[in-house]
């Protein structure tokens, strides 16, 4: 089934499920495929509600090529890891996370860093982009051993950048060797293993012929092409099959997603059905996005006068589709940044004021800065409106909350002899601390520094707390006599980081009086930290003991700023304090690649309906959004079309498609660019139900001038719907 957005093909998906259900097909023999994580928790809920609706009791495993690659091959482990090159095939393997991954190969990197000086890269971001080379590898079936050729033959600059290549190369054939050493997992070794050892298995496949008779699979656009290779495998022996595409998608594409791999299914159909017939955005929405894509393309744009709005602030014309917010001379339009957000803000408060709740807005930009947010809140505030904001890239490291849980470990570890500056400890009082204001906090941290503890001390002066106030004295001293250990129920000096951080979070940081005891948003970061440094831990466990990678010293975050240097490290690698080196680096928070677009801070389904969100665009369209009013932000950004510069990767190099030995063009790049602009717009205006508010300043947040393509087409579009 291939349709747009929004024209009823998961509900179809949902209602086929269901039949099998009340056909008492058992549910082991059905077979449930997303794309990714966030998108399985929403079918799980559709489902459920079916269900409930149809009194069906039982219901499928919802998987992800990932989770379901994940069971497999811990169940055939033993039969395939020998031919797969582990040397410990009777031992279980163990999974780590994009976290444990990234700090392994930044161990290699380090004595190799000057071999990248000329990338000007930080070791962080320099991992990343060696684990994404070897998972685009993986997923799309090709070996590590290929991975500088093909980007060295697609190469047009100069010559040095071939030289760093085979060098990022040999990072990734140094790592995986490491993971078939110890028995480690990783995305990439976990998809290899999976397509080239498990998949052409004939006791595999036996397994899946016998398992999964009937197939449902949603957003195939937006997988790998590995998935695609699993349900070629599937289709040839199940008794039925529903597969669904979007059209447009792609926007995975990135992270190894192939569209035209997922077209190539419909050859193993009985029959393609076409839903056309859109449920979510109006006729005169879905328009303008076709004006808009005409214009990209150079289409002539048959736009007639009554079909758009005048260009400006009156919301005279409101379900008519569009309305823009140029970058011209003319009065009343944007000059600068903060004008723009200006006129976004009265725009969502005259929404408001009318018929429009906060959940039905959605603004949308290339990239969300904090200062966006920050400056949306405090104009929405007055009316009772927050924002909820999804940061994909954002690190565990920037939620003010997640810092406190570094700062507390600190204290509650002395012999790091990694003492807290008195900034660092007010922020951290403020963050776990109910109603503790800056001011207060500053008190408090310059009265504990006075007693010069490198942990928390009892502070028994009454001049202190009559100064902050008595009712934050009774926090402190609860938090002081759990930290210290003289509460018989208070931390364990010997328990493991991830330990410490559970029973902090539950005994202490979530009761009241304290940070999260209210807060959903900060308690879900604090769970993804705790969940992160537990996956590290038994990684640590498992790799640090016999190698001789962790010989030499472990990372320096001196240059991290903000934050006081850390000591010489100690002879024996310290997995707790390892773990607070790689989140203050600005790491990740314990994801895989199936689920890099979840927002760091609160999970889709916790959202409030006095929030509006506030999303980069590939996070709303992955996460499939569905608003009322969407607000495009900056259209003049070259954000909106331009990939972001990676110098050792290259989402299409390193794909099924790319024909070895081609260059990769300066053309080649503006028609990418310009097709992956063009399916965005296609997904955002089937997302929108009501109106299209677009926007632009001619200075943008860093006082520069742009103006990039989407701009100038929806000046085509305006200027031609004005004749």
Known sequence: ???????????????????????????????????????????????????????????????????????????????????????????????????????????LVQPRAEDFADLRMSRPRLARQILDNMNKAAVCGFPLEQIAERLSSAWAGEPSRLLSYQRAQDVALAFRHFCLQQGL?????????????????????DYVAAHYRHVVADNLEEQPPIAHDFLRLVLRTSDSAVLVEDEPGGYRLFLGADPVSARELAAYCDQTIRSDHVFVAPPAVVSF?????????????????????????????????ASWLGSGDRPGIARYWAEMVDWVARQIERLLAADAQPADIAVLAPFVEDVLRFELQERLRSRGVGVRALRPSRPLYDHPTVRAMLALARLAHPHWQWPL????????????????????????????????????????DSAVWQRIGERFGERYAILQRWMSGRDPAGRDPDAPLDVFWQRLFNEILTQAGFALHRDHSSAVACDKLIQGARAFRQAMERAASD???????????????????KPSVPPAVDAGLEYIVIVSQGLFGAQ??????????????????NEIVLAPVYAYLTNDFRSRYQFWLEINSLGWWQRIYQPLTHPYVLSRR???????????????????????????????????????????????????PLERAAQRVIERAGK
């Open 421 to 460: 500056t008195p900034g660092e400890l007010a922020r951290a009082l403020a963050s776990v601390m109910a109603d503790l204001d800056a001011a207060r906090a500053h008190l408090l941290a310059e009265a504990i520094s006075r007693v010069g503890a490198l942990s928390l001390p009892e502070l028994s």
């Open 185 to 205: 997992l990783d995305f990439s070794l976990l998809m290899d293993v999976f397509g080239q050892h498990l998949l052409p298995s004939r006791s595999y496949q």
């Open 547 to 565: 190698h001789a990678l962790f010989e030499a010293e472990a990372n320096d975050i001196g240059t991290v700023p903000g934050i006081a240097p």
């Open 658 to 708: 790319w024909q070895t030995g081609t260059r990769w063009t300066d053309a080649d790049e503006q028609r990418a660019g310009l097709d992956m602009l063009s399916r965005i717009i296609g997904g955002l205006v089937y997302r929108c139900a009501g109106h299209v508010f677009l926007t632009s300043s001619r200075l943008g947040i860093d006082g520069q001038e742009e103006s990039g």
């Open 1 to 107: 089934m291939v349709g747009p957005p929004g024209s009823g093909k998961t509900g179809e998906l949902v209602r086929s499920l269901a039949s099998l259900l009340e056909q008492r097909v058992r549910c082991d023999r059905i077979l449930v495929l997303v794309p990714q994580q966030a998108q399985a928790r929403r079918f799980e809920a559709a489902v459920a509600q079916t269900c409930q609706a149809r009194h069906l009791h039982s219901k499928p495993a919802i998987e992800t090529i990932y989770s379901l690659a994940q069971k497999h091959v811990s169940l055939f482990f033993p039969l395939i890891a020998p031919p797969a090159g582990f040397s410990r095939s009777v031992q279980e393997p163990l999974f780590i996370n994009i976290e444990a991954a990234q700090y392994f190969v930044d161990r």
């Open 289 to 321: 996005g076709q004006a808009l894509q005409g214009a990209l393309s150079g289409q002539p744009i048959s736009t007639s006068r009554g079909d758009w709005p005048a260009v400006g602030e009156g919301m005279a014309g409101l379900s008519n589709g």
């Open 592 to 609: 895989h690649p199936d689920e890099h677009v979840q927002e760091q801070e609160s999970q889709p389904d916790t959202s409030s309906p």
